[in-house]
């Protein structure tokens, strides 16, 4: 029951009705989508951005209120040490575990060995650390969506922030974890999502061509896209523009070698032409190609 005198009440009652119900609506928790247990779901506003960024080992640091780099229509700040891939897969583990259980209010449990093998990850010492630092960060950090409600006379908006995971509790004697996501995460999913292929993902080495399996995954049709934009997107701490056209060159080799994308090329306009594996090609649960988005970006206008 609302109380009349709660500040956040009287807060509430100075915006439109639609905003109001916005906001309620948004306040409730919100069961992740199902997905098949050899994909992995992830909303598309992790894989549009520099969310989860190419860092050069060294180069992690601390930021305040960021604007990151996303394609157009993405409005996000993040507040919290940079996240890079590694964090990615964490995230995408433990979202993959909570919706086995349909309840994001909840906690999920697993050990810290599990969860490393269920990324393929070494499950020494080392790993074990490196866990909990990503769960640390996970923790500490802030993402801030700026949403707009448009009704019949004027636009309201309003920004939201919260972390991507809400807590977690480590038992050192049995080296397990309880885990909480942040419950309004599920919301972000109702803005597009798109189920990745673990086992290709699994198969990639290095930063940037995960980082582009993951781009590439959320686009039904891939459309030419300029190399300096795609350094800007992800988030690259490569310096120079060339630099980074090797590393993009080679990357784009390791998607094609483990038979993720046909083909690729690049214009003398230094554009990007990548060529996806037809989902309906034999054998494609098995060895295909990258997974198509449920919902998404179909081109460079705006969401499918």
């Known amino acids: 029951m609302e109380r009349e005198d709660d500040p956040t009440t009287k807060g509430l009652k100075c915006l439109s009705p639609e905003l109001q119900k916005e ?6 928790s919100s069961p992740l989508p199902l997905w098949p247990i050899q994909t992995r779901g992830i909303p598309n506003i ?39 891939q590694g964090d990615f897969d964490v995230l995408i583990h433990a979202l993959h575990l909570v919706s086995l259980q349909q309840k994001t209010s ?65 038992n050192s004697s049995s080296q397990g974890y309880f885990l909480k996501i942040n419950p309004k995460l599920g919301r972000l999913f109702n803005a597009g999502w798109t189920q990745l292929q673990w086992h290709q993902r699994l198969k990639l080495k290095t930063d940037l ?23 800007h997107l992800c988030g690259a701490s490569i310096g120079r523009l060339s630099d980074f056209r090797g590393k993009l060159r ?8 483990a038979e993720l994308i046909t083909s690729w090329k690049i214009d003398l306009q230094d554009k990007v032409h990548v060529k996806k594996r037809d989902t309906n090609y034999p054998g494609t649960p098995d060895r295909g190609g990258i997974a198509v988005a449920t919902r998404g970006h179909s081109g460079r206008k705006g969401w499918a």
């Open 209 to 231: 061509a995960k980082w582009l399996h993951g781009f590439y995954a959320s686009h039904k049709e891939p459309y030419p896209i300029k190399v300096a934009t795609l350094k």
């Open 46 to 84: 992790c894989l549009r951005s520099s969310l989860f960024g190419v860092i050069q080992r060294g180069r992690r640091k601390a930021v305040k209120g960021e604007v990151i780099a996303a394609v157009k229509g993405l409005d996000i700040r993040y507040t919290g040490w940079r996240l890079d």
């Open 23 to 28: 906001i309620k609506t948004r306040a409730d």
């Open 106 to 170: 909840e906690y999920v449990r697993f050990t810290g060995k599990g969860f490393l093998h269920g990324i393929g990850r070494s499950a020494g010492k080392s790993g074990r650390e490196w866990l909990k630092d990503c769960l640390r960060r996970l923790t500490g950090s802030a993402v801030e969506i700026t949403l707009e409600v448009k009704n019949s006379y004027w636009t309201d908006s309003y920004t939201y922030a919260g972390s991507l995971v809400d807590e977690f509790i480590y």
């Open 250 to 257: 080679r990357a784009l080799d390791e998607l094609t070698k």
